[in-house]
């Protein structure tokens, strides 16, 4: 618009030069010593705008001639700041998208050659970041002091350094150092949305309630914050601070400063129960609960509701049993409705409502219960299978396999072994088994039975006559201790070597030898045997 107007202006100013001009036909004479120049007005008028044009051409060439250095400088300028943002742009795409390895490198690049502090402030702090998410740790801290260093004293970069910082010493669990890198911002009266939520968020975790619960309030004001974790957080912190001051008495103050909505909230509500009931204001405890299990059902402040003394439970059971109108299934209302029963010792409604809890949801506290009231009703066997139930349903109790006994052991071999009668056959070697031409067959060993093994402390008390019943004074051995050394048995003793009667052994006529068997030592002293063959 501006080119048009300023064309049309010109168009009128030589069409109205050239009507004056016309119509003034008049000389222009010029005296320059020694010259005298004569001339029309119309051709002086045309060499004066012809000087002006040339005159402001040639200024402006030589003002483009002299302005060249200026203009490289700027085109070099133009040509960094193009590969700085090409390299700030590649290197968030590469963060953005996690290859933190590719980011750090062209952010690292980026950082060196860039000559603008802002954004070699931005160069470090990304480039950290891509550091952390890599868990180069050691590396980032570096990247972050070279940000803070080259922050300055700008508050902008200084506020955005700190903010990164904190942010990222989060993540890695240090929420003292967070804290300490967050402290001048908030001593400086910092109230960014951000720089409160890493407080917050430091302050959680140290679990600083008094700021956590400050700091709640105030983003949930700002709507900073999402209403159920913001409800979360205050009702912890306050419930927190509740119980601290209430050694002190200092827990009505607080009480007082909480709004009437954060008094609904179950941690709260169970903390300011507790401090009235400690202070001997039962009515007012129950107000509180009520209060709060009208707006949310929940089984703990129920749980807490049944917990009161014998003068209360009148008032309670009522309206505990309007809320069973509402929720006539619920399980831990009518256990709750048990406990206050048991308290006001009616004993048949809280069988009646233990019982009915249990038909919906086996749960150790009401076989507890249960266990209990069958205990004041003298029912021992119904206690104890409740006692059993509720210790059954609270933990995961293993499965016992079933009980076995040891196997027999081989007592071939064993120079004491027990007959088919009950006695001990006393020095037979191995040999004499094997030969059975001097000697008859014995007949083969009893094995004993589980049952028969000594599984009773008693039969081991007697020392006396088990050193005699292995050991009899009168046997003989055979090649000497030896054998009986060399034998090891880990075997249970048969309790049948216990309780029967030391054998005592009587002469036998001498055995005569087969002419076939082989010639084998006869042994000094031999085993007398019996007609029959038994020992």
Wanted: aromatic share 6%; with cysteine; charged share 25%.
């Amino acid at each position: 618009m501006r080119t048009w107007f300023w064309t049309l202006l010109l168009a009128v100013i030589a069409v109205a030069l050239a009507v004056v001009l016309r119509s003034h036909s008049g000389n222009v004479l010029l005296l320059v010593w020694p010259w005298r120049i004569s001339m029309s007005l119309t051709l002086a008028v045309l060499l004066i705008v012809a000087a002006f044009v040339v005159l402001y051409v040639g200024l402006r060439l030589l003002a483009w001639l002299l302005a060249i250095p200026d203009r490289v400088r700027a085109w070099r300028g133009k040509r960094a700041q193009a590969r700085d943002h090409e390299l700030l742009e590649r290197g968030w795409i590469g963060l953005l998208e996690g290859r933190y390895s590719h980011a750090e490198k062209d952010l690292t690049k980026l950082l060196e050659q860039t000559k603008v502090q802002t954004r070699r402030v931005l160069a470090a702090l990304s480039a950290a970041r891509a550091a952390h998410g890599l868990g180069e740790f050691d590396r980032r801290d570096r990247l972050l002091a070279t940000a803070q260093e080259q922050a300055g004293t700008d508050p902008g970069l200084v506020e955005a350094t700190a903010t990164v910082s904190a942010d990222m010493l989060l993540d890695q669990g240090r929420a003292e150092r967070a804290l300490a890198v967050l402290a001048p911002l908030a001593d400086g009266g910092a109230r960014h949305l951000h720089t409160m939520r890493l407080l917050l968020r430091a302050h959680t975790a140290l679990h600083h309630d008094e700021q956590v619960f400050t700091l709640a309030r105030g983003l949930l004001r700002r709507n900073a914050l999402a209403r159920t974790e913001g409800d979360h957080l205050i009702d912890v912190a306050g419930a927190a601070r509740l119980r601290a001051a209430a050694a002190n008495d200092g827990w009505r103050a607080i009480w007082k400063d909480l709004k009437a909505e954060e008094r609904l909230l179950p941690e709260i509500a169970l903390a300011g129960a507790a401090s009235f009931e400690a202070a001997g204001e039962a009515n007012e405890a129950a107000k509180v609960l009520e209060a709060a299990i009208a707006v949310k059902f929940n089984p703990a402040l129920v749980a807490a509701y049944a917990r009161c003394d014998a003068e209360q439970v009148s008032r309670r059971l009522a309206k505990a049993e309007t809320w069973l109108q509402q929720r006539p299934t619920d399980p831990d209302l009518l256990t709750a409705l048990g406990m206050l029963c048991l308290n006001g010792q009616l004993w048949g409604q809280a069988e009646r409502y233990l019982l009915r809890s249990l038909s919906r949801r086996s749960d150790a506290q009401t076989h507890a219960l249960l266990g209990s009231l069958y205990d004041r009703l003298d029912r021992p066997a119904d206690a104890v299978r409740h006692w059993r139930l509720a210790t059954a349903a609270s933990m995961a109790l293993p499965v016992l396999a079933a009980d076995a006994a040891l196997p027999a052991a081989d007592t071939g071999s064993d120079p004491y072994r027990l007959d088919a009668e009950g006695g001990y056959a006393v020095g037979l070697s191995d040999i004499d088994a094997d030969i059975g031409g001097d000697y008859p067959a014995l007949p083969p060993a009893v094995a004993a039975s589980a049952s028969d093994y000594v599984l009773d402390p008693d039969a081991r008390a007697n020392k006396e006559q088990q050193a005699r019943a292995l050991a009899p004074e009168d046997a003989p051995v055979v090649g000497g201790t030896s054998d009986i050394d060399e034998y090891f048995d880990s075997a249970p003793i048969p309790a049948a070597a216990f309780d029967s009667p030391v054998p005592t052994y009587s002469p036998a006529p001498p055995a005569t030898p087969k002419p076939a068997a082989p010639a084998v030592p006869a042994p000094t002293t031999k085993p007398p045997f019996k007609d029959d063959g038994s020992l």
